[in-house]
């Protein structure tokens, strides 16, 4: 299994992980999330130093968890605000916009030119972005703080990412209006490459 892969499943378990412990009426089993949420983010067994201090940091925040198990909930909040930082960090002069970071590598691995005058745009959807991240990521947290499992999971597994959703499909349309003369992918392409984005291609 590929690395990405893994970190999918891994991700794809956490909120299985915390409706279990709910429908067993088993709170203390959240603390298994901190050691599943590391293997997600270096991607399977620990193979560098960094990573390994990693995993034994997430067994000690699970240790944690077992006396307050709310913790567990504080993960997708706080990266929601972190990427929301990371948005609105790229919007600080000098620097690119993430929307026009990542649409530029796209379009150049696709061989295809940049729509004319589309700087303003790409700027505008990133403050965008860095604001719905903000208000997602918050909620969540807030949600965390005050351990409410039920509509967290409400908020985090579907309110959240419908809204994700419906904005990239708004802003994919929206784009076809304002840019009529350029050479558009049809909406199944464009999540497509959007899902193939690489993580380093935002911070660059």
């Known amino acids: 299994m590929s ?8 991700l794809l378990c956490y909120p299985v992980l915390i409706i279990l412990s709910l429908w067993l009426d088993r709170p203390e089993l959240r603390a298994i999330s ?6 997600a983010l270096v991607g399977g067994w620990p193979a560098t130093t960094g990573a390994r201090i990693l995993l034994l940091v997430s067994v000690g925040l699970a240790a944690v968890v077992l006396t307050v198990p709310a913790l567990a909930l504080w993960p997708p909040g706080l990266a ?3 990427v929301a930082g990371l948005f609105a960090l790229s919007l600080r002069p000098g620097r690119q916009p993430v929307i026009e970071r990542v649409a530029r590598a796209v379009h150049r691995d696709q061989g295809l030119p940049m ?11 990133t403050a965008f972005w860095a604001v719905l991240l903000g208000l997602i990521g918050t909620v969540s947290l807030l949600l965390a703080v005050v351990d409410r499992p039920v509509i967290w999971l409400l908020w985090v597994v579907v309110i959240g990412p419908l809204l994700g959703f419906a904005c990239l499909v708004g802003e994919y349309l929206l784009r076809r209006r304002q840019f009529p003369d350029a050479e558009h992918w049809t909406l199944v392409r464009f999540l497509v490459l959007l899902a193939r984005v690489r993580p380093e291609q935002l911070v660059r």
Not at 34 to 39: H, Q, V
């Open 3 to 10: 690395p990405r892969s893994f970190a999918l499943l891994a």
């Open 80 to 82: 929601c605000l972190a």
């Open 34 to 39: 901190m050691p599943l949420l590391a293997l």
């Open 115 to 125: 729509p004319g005058n589309s700087n303003v745009w790409m700027h505008r959807w």
